[in-house]
């Protein structure tokens, strides 16, 4: 079964970081760009960041970009978002999604649960 | 950034019922528009993709439709499991969602 599972979430204070991870299954991780998406509470859904398949290329929205890093470990099965400098209006649900191909401008066919982030004091 | 944007924001729809949402992108995406669906406390779930292709295991009552900047999604009988938010996404210039339909029961 093609699978993603994010863990890594929860409450930090206003400067503070978090390391997201989401491990992945069922699939040839190391083909495929990734992608995190973050969900504002009771708001719609945001693109955050990706990776392409060896690392070489990494993009950023410009809300996150200097503070947050992604990065993947093929041998892990692993993708990670390292969050630095993290803000309120950085309190979201996190998810991981996979491209439906190898291609980087396509829409997302996998997605993880969901990890929960919450930046307050 | 392309912006898009859904209407209605709810649609109040008997089971049984067609539902029509629509989505419209501030410019061009070509076909490069994917809907998604979410229910409470999920992920959301690939629906449609190049803007009228079914997602693998999608059933057929649920069609994209549309090009350039003006795009439809509909579903022909609404079922009790179809009760839940729809978002569109253009993935013709990074990405971006529309803010979300939400398909209630009338």
């Known amino acids: 079964e093609v699978q993603l599972v994010e863990s890594g979430g929860g409450l930090v204070q206003p400067g503070g970081s978090l390391r997201l991870s989401c491990a992945a299954s069922?699939?040839?991780?190391?083909?495929?760009?990734m992608h995190w998406v973050r969900q504002l509470p009771g708001k719609g859904l945001v693109w955050v960041s990706r990776i392409n398949s060896d690392e070489s290329t990494t993009t950023y929205a410009d809300s996150v970009k200097g503070r947050f890093t992604i990065s993947r470990d093929n041998t892990k099965n692993t993708l990670y978002l390292q969050m630095n400098n993290l803000r309120a209006e950085d309190t979201a649900v996190y998810y991981c999604?996979?491209?439906?191909?190898?291609?980087?401008?396509?829409?997302?066919?996998?997605w993880g649960q969901g990890t929960v982030v919450t930046v307050s004091s | 950034e392309i912006v898009m944007t859904q209407s209605p924001a709810t649609l109040s729809v008997s089971p049984g019922e067609r539902a029509t949402l629509s989505c419209r992108a501030s410019?061009?995406?070509?076909?490069?528009l994917a809907w998604y669906q979410q229910k409470p406390g999920q992920a959301p779930r690939l629906l449609i993709y190049?803007?009228?292709i079914r997602a693998t295991g999608i059933p057929a009552r649920f069609s994209g439709s549309g090009s350039g900047t003006e795009f439809t999604l509909t579903i022909s009988s609404l079922q009790s499991e179809d009760f839940a938010i729809y978002y569109c996404q253009q993935y013709n210039n990074w990405w971006t969602f529309g803010q979300g339909t939400k398909v209630e029961i009338k």
């Open positions: 410019q061009s995406v070509n076909t490069n």
């Open positions: 069922g699939f040839t991780f190391s083909g495929y760009w």
């Open positions: 999604a996979r491209p439906y191909s190898s291609s980087s401008y396509v829409a997302f066919d996998v």
């Open positions: 190049g803007a009228s």
